[in-house]
T-cell receptor
Framework: ETGVTQTPRHLVMGMTNKKSLKCEQHLGHNAMYWYKQSAKKPLELMFV???????ENNSVPSRFSPECPNSSHLFLHLHTLQPEDSALYLC??????????????FGSGTRLTVV | GESVGLHLPTLSVQEGDNSIINCAYS??????FIWYKQESGKGPQFIID?????DKRQGQRVTVLLNKTVKHLSLQIAATQPGDSAVYFCAGEGPGRRALTFGSGTRLQVQP
């Protein structure tokens, strides 16, 4: 375990379903991130939270809705997704944002399949 | 903005040989770089990082080289082992950016 836990590990959902991905970290980090990893493509930044405040939304469709109730938990709420949204969704945390030198700690990801 | 990319999608090496994985970046203002390793079914794991005021940094069996003139960095793995088989990503961060930008990855295959 890296200290960042994502649940569920796998999720299959229909295009009309509503589901949520959960991320939890107990590293004392102040920043949390959602990335999307599709096959043969770079990791795509989706959202950045710093101290529970969303500081970056990287032009993500509104069918993805993040929530950060506290600095230890991050959710990604999903509704009316498309098949092309199938991917590995990775959560990461870091001590802070906007710092020259820091490192991310990643979770193992949620493998999402939209049918 | 920043973009990072890798030269080769797949690199195959013999066990015991040295591996070199390359990465190019576009933003000359980028001042921090990280290499990550991602094994199947896992999230990326930190390997080594380097700041722009350095040319070289060494870890255990790994070395990162940074050439700011041509905006290129490389990851060298000494005496490559089967456990090194994974996808390797470089990532960069520039001033004012709030998050890392990742390249598309190179798959390292270690042949016994």
């Amino acid at each position: 375990e890296t200290g960042v836990t994502q649940t569920p590990r796998h999720l299959v959902m229909g295009m009309t379903n509503k589901k949520s991905l959960k991320c939890e970290q107990h590293l004392g980090h102040n920043a949390m991130y959602w990335y999307k990893q599709s096959a043969k493509k770079p990791l795509e930044l989706m959202f950045v939270y710093s101290l529970e405040e969303r500081v970056e939304n990287n032009s993500v469709p509104s069918r993805f809705s993040p929530e950060c109730p506290n600095s230890s938990h991050l959710f990604l709420h999903l509704h009316t997704l498309q098949p092309e949204d199938s991917a590995l969704y990775l959560c990461a945390s870091s001590p802070d944002t906007g710092t020259v030198s820091y490192g991310y700690t990643f979770g193992s990801g949620t493998r999402l399949t939209v049918v | 903005g920043e973009s990072v990319g890798l030269h080769l999608p797949t690199l195959s090496v013999q066990e015991g040989d040295n591996s070199i994985i390359n990465c190019a970046y576009s933003n000359s203002a980028s001042d921090y770089f990280i290499w990550y390793k991602q094994e199947s079914g896992k999230g990326p794991q930190f390997i080594i990082d380097i700041r722009s005021n350095m040319d070289k940094r060494q870890g255990q069996r790994v070395t990162v080289l940074l050439n700011k003139t041509v905006k290129h960095l490389s990851l060298q793995i000494a005496a490559t082992q089967p456990g090194d088989s994974a996808v390797y990503f470089c990532a960069g961060e520039g001033p004012g950016r709030r998050a890392l930008t990742f390249g598309s990855g190179t798959r390292l295959q270690v042949q016994p």
